[in-house]
């Protein structure tokens, strides 16, 4: 018998007490639900505020703090990735410690009595190494990325159960009495899904439905995915998102990604997005009927290791409320807080009642929410991006701010407007201190007769060669020239020209330096063509391919490539050109101070070190090394790398990330006007300045003494001006 079958056969006392257990049962095991309004929590509808932390880009030491400032910062819920490389480094083998223990994270985040919202993906663009995908997944035999491949689809149906499975175990979902209330599965698929045709709309709907079937007793949200299948509901990423309406009436209208501000890559210039801009748009969101909105990011933090995505910088700042350090962005952290307490004095008529809205003047309308219980908001907004109006509203008047909006929690006060923004706080990074003391240890080009090398009469792809193992592969062979080739006597030189998918390049002649070549996150691609120094008899040709992180965005993450895909030819010779692609070539993954870990203190014992007068400034392939003491306080320290090209560094072996200050910004820092549409293109800065001059050292990788800090660099740099630097605020203006 159906259960609407046993009801009509119920007297109607016995109807009542059956649909009242029914309701109670519902409400255990289904506490967060949705409608058309807003999510639901424990029978309450909710206008929640959320920001994105990533738990990997800071240090488990961070969290408290974070998370302590984004509930003062008047956030309800914690948004975050979870990022299968760092989980998966090999296939089966599980790491959660350290930056990635999860279950730590939400734990804590739980602890300040705030929600979670957790994007398993597993893909999760995030600017972040090949998007997050493990990169043994791209030679499963078979296999092609996000769309409808069945080896695809069970990598990543395992992971995520492995990740809902570890929750579940610590009763971390809202409905065991945990911190979890919504699940995020795939990320930013729409773009996509279109080019794929029916294996990405198969895929699509698959991964809904795996998602849904693992039963987190949670709603699930695919952001950016139109055709999102119920239950699961479509959300919003971008600047703005006042426009956007789910695919249908009865999901709440969420935002999955408003961006603060937009990552920095190595070249660019640095973004900023203004706060009242920021704020602006949120207000915009709710008096449009949006009841969630998350800030991407809310903390930013740091690339740390070699976890950044293609040619993006160690830094991941992002212009967010709390800056890559902990320290609390202003006016930003402020002018949001403020936000967020006017939306919640409006909360009651916002999740009640459907917005009347009403033009008020030119460029002008009101946003009134009122319900039969006499609650009443009103939301005035000015959308002129050069004029400033008095409104007219009720029995009062207004003054509006161009490209604003004031908020009225009881239609007559206006508590809160975006464009009055309070004191304006600046960073200074102040040197330590006491200078460091560096040694030096050169190392030389790989050699085709070094134990760990192999060959292979064609030009390989480097990350099939490397796994990503190293950002570094040495690709060597010989050039034999015969005496009597006439640039031998006229001291002419032939051209090299190497074709590389990139992203980095150094030539090696001999053993010298002949140049160096790198692309962009635009054109990562690059050719070195330029004449060589070549000598009668056999010389040796090596070429260090370098990478800047993997791509983290697109399609078909399987047939990407980087390195020397070639040609490689060398022009001027008697024969004509001379097509050296297909000879014998031997590899080299890596460089030889990284196996030999001289990154570390045990590791660096294994050469001799230069010191004093002896030692080697701007040389390439050149590691440094040096011993400091903690600095008292507790303000955030950094490295200033001024006067270097590109490497990496590592603090007590402990991996900082790739540092690259020789690459200058290039951009359009104009002046900055917060009103008016935002792109990352607008309200740039420090161009014609490296990308990235400091490098976050937190400090719970420090001992009082003893500090051991490594640098290894590429191009070739003076170590001599590297500086330690404590961050700090100051108060630069205060303005209305």
């Known amino acids: ?43 309450k509808r ?60 939400i734990k804590l985040v739980q602890q300040a009595g705030l929600y979670v919202h957790l994007r398993i993906g597993p893909y999760v663009c995030a600017e ?15 296999i092609s990325f996000r769309t409808d491949s069945e080896p695809f689809k069970a990598a990543m149906q395992k992971f995520t159960q492995k990740v809902v499975s570890m929750l579940k175990e610590e009763k971390l979902f809202e409905a065991q009495g945990g911190p979890v209330i919504l699940s995020q599965i795939e990320n930013e698929f729409g773009p996509i899904e279109g080019r794929l045709g029916a294996a990405g709309k198969n895929y699509a709907q698959w991964a809904a439905k795996m998602a849904v079937g693992l039963d987190t007793e949670v709603p699930w949200v695919m952001c950016k995915q139109p055709d999102a299948p119920d239950p699961v509901i479509d959300t919003c990423n971008g600047y703005y998102c006042d ?39 949120v207000a915009r969101f709710i008096q449009n009927g949006g009841s969630f ?64 809205v009403t033009k008020i003047g030119m460029n002008l309308e009101a946003h009134v929410f009122k319900t039969d219980s006499g609650a009443c908001a009103a939301f005035l907004a000015n959308y002129d991006t050069k004029s400033a109006a008095r409104a007219t509203f009720g029995n009062g008047q207004y003054d509006l701010p161009p490209w604003s909006i004031s908020i009225l929690p009881d239609c007559k006060t206006a508590v809160y407007n975006t464009a009055k923004v309070g004191s304006s706080t600046g960073m200074e990074m102040t040197p330590v201190d006491g200078q460091f003391t560096w040694q030096s240890y050169t190392e030389e080009p790989a050699s085709s007769s070094e134990d760990d090398t192999f060959t292979k009469y064609a030009l390989l792809e480097q990350v099939y060669a490397t796994w990503d193992s190293s950002d570094y592969l040495w690709y060597m062979t010989d050039v034999n020239i015969d005496p009597d080739e006439a640039f031998i006597k006229s001291g002419e030189s032939p051209t090299l020209t190497v074709m590389s998918a990139g992203h980095v390049l150094h030539v090696f002649i001999n053993g010298q330096l002949a140049g160096t070549v790198y692309g962009s996150l635009q054109n990562p691609k690059l050719t070195f063509s330029d004449s ?44 004509g050109t001379r097509d050296l692609s297909q000879q014998k070539w031997s590899y080299k993954v890596g460089l030889k101070g ?39 306080g507790d303000d955030p320290l950094a490295l200033d790398m001024i006067s270097m090209g590109k490497g990496q560094v590592w603090v007590n072996g402990q991996s900082i990330g790739r540092h690259w200050p020789g690459y200058i910004a290039s951009g359009r820092c104009n002046d900055c006007n ?57 108060t630069v203006s205060v303005y209305a």
């Open 674 to 730: 917060y009103a008016g549409n935002y792109t990352e293109y607008k309200c740039q800065t420090y161009c014609g300045d490296p990308s990235q001059r400091w490098y976050h050292v937190p400090r719970s990788w420090l001992n009082p003494s003893g500090n051991f800090l490594v640098v290894l660099e590429e191009w070739g740099g003076d170590p001599t001006w590297i500086s330690l630097v404590k961050r700090a605020a100051k």
């Open 532 to 575: 060589v120094k070549l000598t009668a008899g056999n010389n040796k040709l090596s070429l260090l391919s370098a990478t800047v992180g993997l791509p983290n965005v697109g399609s078909h993450f399987e047939t990407w490539n980087a390195g020397v895909l070639g040609p490689v030819t060398l022009h001027g010779l008697k024969e």
């Open 293 to 356: 909105v998350n800030y991407y990011m809310y903390h930013g933090g740091t690339n740390f290791g070699r976890k950044s995505g293609l040619f993006i910088t160690t830094s991941y700042d992002y212009d967010a409320p709390i800056d890559e350090y902990g320290l609390l962005n202003e006016p930003k952290w402020g002018h949001l807080r403020g936000l967020h307490k006017a939306i919640k004095l409006c909360e009651p008529a916002l999740v009640s009642a459907d917005p009347t």
């Open 243 to 281: 426009s956007f309406r789910p695919n249908t009436k009865y999901k709440p209208r969420m935002w999955t990604e408003n961006w603060t501000g937009w990552y920095t890559a190595f070249g660019g210039a640095i973004p900023r997005r203004p706060a009242e801009d920021l704020a602006f748009s």
């Open 594 to 632: 990284e196996a030999l870990s001289l990154y570390t203190a045990s590791g660096s014992d294994s050469v001799e070190w230069a010191k004093g007068s002896l030692l080697a400034k701007k040389q390439p392939l050149t590691w440094y090394k040096t011993t400091f003491n903690t600095p008292e």
């Open 128 to 142: 972040w190494n090949f998007g997050g995908f493990p990169v043994w997944l791209k030679f499963v035999p078979g």
């Open 1 to 43: 018998m159906s259960p609407r079958d046993l009801m009509g056969n119920l007297p109607r006392g016995k109807l009542v007490v059956l649909l009242f257990f029914c309701y109670w049962v519902f409400a255990v095991t289904a506490s967060v639900t949705y409608d058309r309004k807003a999510l639901t929590i424990d029978g």
């Open 46 to 105: 909710r206008i929640l505020i959320s920001g994105s932390i990533h738990y990997p880009r800071s240090t488990p030491e961070m969290w408290p703090d974070l998370i302590q400032k984004a509930k003062d910062g008047g956030l309800d819920v914690i948004q975050t990735y979870v990022f299968w490389n760092g989980h998966e480094p090999s296939p089966g083998k599980y790491y959660f410690e350290d930056r990635f223990d999860l279950v730590k994270f």
